[in-house]
């Protein structure tokens, strides 16, 4: 949040007239993450959502194109715990459905990813650290958000 204006003024210039702006948001998994037990959140559901209005109220002053990219699921065989910090689907799920809500009512673009990754065997999307997207799991995003540009 503290990056967001320098960042956007960067990426949403206009060169020529007509050109025009998206904005992509792709965060929340870090935000769920617990630490020290599997009920102490980074961000608390509250701030959570703070944020997430924050990003999005201010990024309309560069576009009415505001996409947040939904969370992706972890493999908790590899997550639970790591070095005291949990990554665990049931609350990735959670704050996947705030950010969800916080869309909704601020009229931004909600690309759910997770539907999608339940119904198949999402674990082969998922580098070895069973956190982060792999080749095939960010083909996967990227074939759920570029159709919100057709």
Request: with cysteine.
């Amino acid at each position: 949040m503290k990056r967001f204006s320098t960042e956007a003024e960067v990426r949403c210039r206009k060169v020529y007239p007509d050109d025009r702006a998206s904005l992509i948001f792709a965060i929340g998994l870090n935000d769920a993450k617990c630490v020290h037990s599997q009920d102490n959140p980074v961000t608390g559901p509250e701030d959570f959502r703070k944020n997430i209005a924050f990003l999005a109220e201010n990024a309309t002053q560069y576009t009415n194109h505001i996409i947040f990219v939904g969370l992706t699921l972890v493999d908790e065989q590899k997550t639970v715990p790591i070095d005291n910090v949990y990554f665990l689907n049931d609350k990735i799920k959670v704050y996947n459905e705030l950010l969800s809500e916080e869309c909704q009512k601020r009229n931004a673009t909600f690309v759910n990813i997770i539907p999608e990754w339940s119904n198949s065997d999402y674990l082969h999307l998922l580098s070895d650290d069973g956190i982060h997207p792999n080749e095939k799991g960010h083909w996967s995003i990227f074939r759920n958000v570029v159709q919100w540009f057709t």
